[in-house]
């Protein structure tokens, strides 16, 4: 999955996006979105970790993978699978979306930028690191993905002065939950952590080795472009 500064950064481009851009809901044509809620949106999914007693399951059934196990993403009607969950929870959601206007879409942008990273830019991880004799079979490659996924988040919180912005949202958004899935207290408990763990704590400068920083700046920049298209062009949004 992307790293959460990754989703905080393109959350921002797309806000402003969307704010340049003539659009309304389907279900909703006089709703305005939430800048606040769309932000908070894009780390909803992850959300899930904050629960007690937290299992790897939970958090494949918030990002609509039940049935669709690590490893198994890129096989054979697993995508169509996946993007119908992803429109069935929009339709599933639209009232909820006009009492938090921007949540449930931040929610969906989330959903399409995690999908794309784990086609485009995960595999990419995997070839740096062959050399080094370590595979997706070894716990200690995903140790290391882990660490350089943090890294590279600390190097793009140094280099966009505008996720000051992100934090500012954070801080102050009211509260939130994505019904059915996770709780006001989960998602309270969670974006306290993000912001404690991104924000607030001394950042490592260290590079990472296999997870290139600038490949992750180009993700940011062609995810913008790609989530505004197909927001459209999929009906979640109008214009």
């Keep these: 999955m992307a790293g959460t500064v990754v989703h905080l950064l393109i959350a921002k481009k797309l806000s402003e996006c969307l704010a340049k ?3 309304r809901y389907p279900f909703a044509r006089d709703t305005k979105m939430n800048t606040e809620y769309f932000i908070a949106g ?27 196990p690590d490893g198994s993403f890129d096989k054979p009607g697993m995508i169509p699978l996946f993007e119908q969950r992803m429109h069935d929870f929009w339709q599933e959601h639209q009232e909820d979306e ?23 830019e995960r595999p990419k991880f995997f070839e740096q690191i062959a050399p080094s004799g370590l595979t997706k ?22 280099n966009f002065p505008e996720l000051e912005e992100t934090k500012e949202v954070l801080e102050r958004v009211s509260e939130y939950e994505i019904k059915g899935m996770i709780t006001r207290q ?14 607030y704590e001394e950042h490592s400068t260290e590079e990472p080795e296999y997870l290139q920083y ?6 940011v920049a062609k995810m913008t472009e790609e989530i505004i298209r197909r927001l459209f062009t999929e009906g979640f949004l109008e214009q």
């Design 21 to 23: 851009t003539e659009w």
């Design 42 to 68: 894009n780390i909803c999914p992850d959300g899930i970790m904050a629960r007690s007693g937290y299992r790897r399951k939970m958090k494949l059934h918030t990002h609509f993978r039940d049935g669709i």
């Design 98 to 120: 006009i009492q938090c206007p921007g949540l449930y879409l931040g929610y969906i942008t989330h959903m399409m930028t995690d999908e794309r990273f784990v086609l485009e």
């Design 137 to 158: 079979k070894d716990k200690e490659t995903f140790l290391i993905f882990n660490k350089e996924t943090d890294l590279v988040d600390f190097k793009l919180l140094r």
């Design 186 to 199: 989960e998602l309270t408990a969670s974006r306290q952590w993000i912001l404690q763990h991104f924000f």
């Design 214 to 219: 600038e490949n992750m700046v180009e993700f």
